[in-house]
């Protein structure tokens, strides 16, 4: 069994409110431990996705339009900055939780601070 390797979301100008909002650097992390990947932004987002079920990861640099955790359908944006984004595909869906409320997650895009390094965990 890997060693768990934690990591944190990248943040940017907001990261002050966003820390009083209860989703800032104190309540989130991503971690890759073993044979799973959580990611959780305080009290707003939850997930624990095994890592058999990631079919893809790699940087993403598309639109991003917010900050926080936002989503619809499956894909889901986790961020504290628009930059440093990391795209993680999962299949089978997999459930996650948004303001406590389960959700079926497709795809996660996270904002990291050493996004080079999440992927290399993730590879393996």
């Not at 104190?26 to 890759?32: D, G, I, K, L, Y």
């Not at 996705?49 to 944006?77: K, M, N």
């Not at 990391?86 to 997999?94: A, G, K, L, N, R």
Request: hydrophobic share 45%; aromatic share 10%.
């Amino acid at each position: 069994m890997a060693p768990r390797r934690d990591f944190h979301f990248r943040y940017g100008v907001v990261r002050p409110l966003l820390s009083v909002l209860g989703i800032g650097p104190a309540f989130s992390r991503v971690e890759v431990d073993g044979d799973r990947l959580l990611v959780r932004m305080g009290w707003a987002f939850r997930a624990d996705i095994p890592l058999r079920s990631v079919t893809g990861a790699r940087p993403y640099h598309g639109f991003v339009g917010g900050i926080g955790v936002h989503g619809w359908r499956g894909r889901w944006l986790v961020n504290g900055a628009a930059t440093g984004l990391v795209q993680v595909d999962i299949d089978p869906p997999t459930r996650a939780y948004v303001c406590g409320v389960p959700i079926r997650l497709r795809t996660v895009r996270v904002s990291m601070e050493s996004p080079e390094e999440f992927l290399a965990a993730l590879a393996g």
